[in-house]
């Protein structure tokens, strides 16, 4: 059988989402990532995330994309209704790894709050260190990351190595450190309620 539904999706995403697709079974789904890069140029998310649905939407029945708003301050949404082209619900990634009610008492709890996700821990010093210069111009640690009180690790895969490198990087950034296992339940029941009206 081939596939019939294609996800277009954030590069941060693509271990959890396989996962998720494994669990389902979902043997008719496809997964096309974008690089995870783009979130440090949220401005060029929209372009992409287009870009990728007009090469694609001639070879699937339907398209989904596996994106927040991820700072793109609503365009994303906007590019997306002209094509007809559902989301993830929520306004990043945060939102559907922890779930939104969860995310907001975080969120209202210390609203200086940086998030790591697996994905960004593990990827720490090419996407934040070096992504945001702090390697180059270590004197920009404070404008950054001066009004944070904390990182949040939102953990979907625990291990204790996960949590030290977590625990590395909020000393680097010397923020106060908590974990927060999520697990994959979110995120797949985001995915569940489009996959419904999939075909199959």
């Known amino acids: 059988m081939n596939p019939t539904v294609l996800i277009i999706a954030c590069g941060a995403l693509a271990h959890e ?28 998310i929209p372009g992409a995330v287009r870009a990728a649905v007009r090469r694609y939407r001639d070879q699937y029945d339907h398209l989904f994309v596996a994106y927040g708003d991820c700072g793109t301050g609503g365009v994303l949404d906007a590019e997306l209704a002209e094509l007809g082209v559902e989301r993830l619900p929520g306004t990043h990634c945060y939102d559907f790894f922890a779930g939104q009610d969860r995310f907001a008492g975080l969120a209202e709890a210390e609203p200086g709050t940086f998030y790591l996700t697996d994905f960004l821990t593990r990827h720490f010093d090419r996407l934040v260190r070096q992504g945001l210069g702090l390697d180059r111009y270590p004197q920009l640690l404070h404008q950054y990351f001066g009004n944070y009180r904390r990182v949040v690790l939102l953990s979907q895969s625990p291990s204790a190595e996960l949590t030290e490198m977590a625990r590395a990087h909020a000393g680097y950034l010397r923020l106060d450190f908590v974990e927060q296992v999520t697990g994959l339940g979110p995120l797949e029941l985001a995915l569940r309620d489009g996959v419904a009206n999939w075909p199959s």
């Open 17 to 44: 989402l396989v996962e998720v697709q494994r669990r389902n079974q979902w043997t008719h789904v496809r997964i096309q990532c974008l690089p995870a890069h783009l979130h440090n140029s949220p401005g060029e």
